[in-house]
């Protein structure tokens, strides 16, 4: 499937549409799911042009994964989770819905059930919240 420059996430990537980011560097973006399956939901993006996880060079797939490995502690800290699940969905019949590649970082608590993926929108107050705990936490960590 070829690149399409107005999706949404390549809006928000262009600073078009608004989000709740919690990090950013040269090569990757990172902000929360307005339809969290938990609290602090985050997404990880690279900025080159993506639709799904075979469309990467090898560099920016390797650097948009080091961002997830170092993001994902920082968001179960940032809102006190017991651990993390990562999702990554390929082609609509995979449940994909946003045809820039994306890595789901879902904090999780062992009493906690997981909302459906990508189905309630979340209220932005919370939104809001949830990422001003998680930048403090980045910023500490990671400048
Ligand atoms: P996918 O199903 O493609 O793996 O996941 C896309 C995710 O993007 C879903 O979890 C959905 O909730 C989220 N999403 C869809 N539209 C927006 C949006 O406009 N802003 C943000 N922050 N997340 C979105």
């Known amino acids: ?13 262009r600073g078009e549409v608004p989000c709740h980011k919690v990090f950013e560097d ?3 973006f990172a902000f929360l799911d307005v339809m969290p399956r938990s609290h602090g939901h985050t997404l990880v993006i690279p900025k080159a042009q993506a639709t799904g996880f075979t469309d990467i060079d090898d560099q920016d ?18 809102v006190g989770a017991e651990g993390f ?20 970082i879902v ?11 990508g189905k309630e929108m979340e209220d932005q107050d919370v939104l809001a919240a949830n990422a001003e705990k998680i930048r403090t936490v980045v910023s500490a960590n990671l400048g």
């Open 85 to 104: 699940m990562l999702q990554q969905f390929n082609g609509l019949a995979a449940g994909q819905t946003v045809f820039h590649l994306h890595i789901h």
């Open 61 to 78: 797939l390797a650097y948009l994964m080091k961002s997830v490995q170092s993001l994902a502690p920082l968001v179960v800290e940032g």
């Open 107 to 117: 904090p999780r608590w062992a009493d906690q059930a997981l909302k459906a993926h």
């Open 1 to 13: 499937m070829a690149y399409d420059n107005d999706n949404i996430f390549a809006k928000i990537l």
């Open 26 to 28: 040269d090569r990757t």
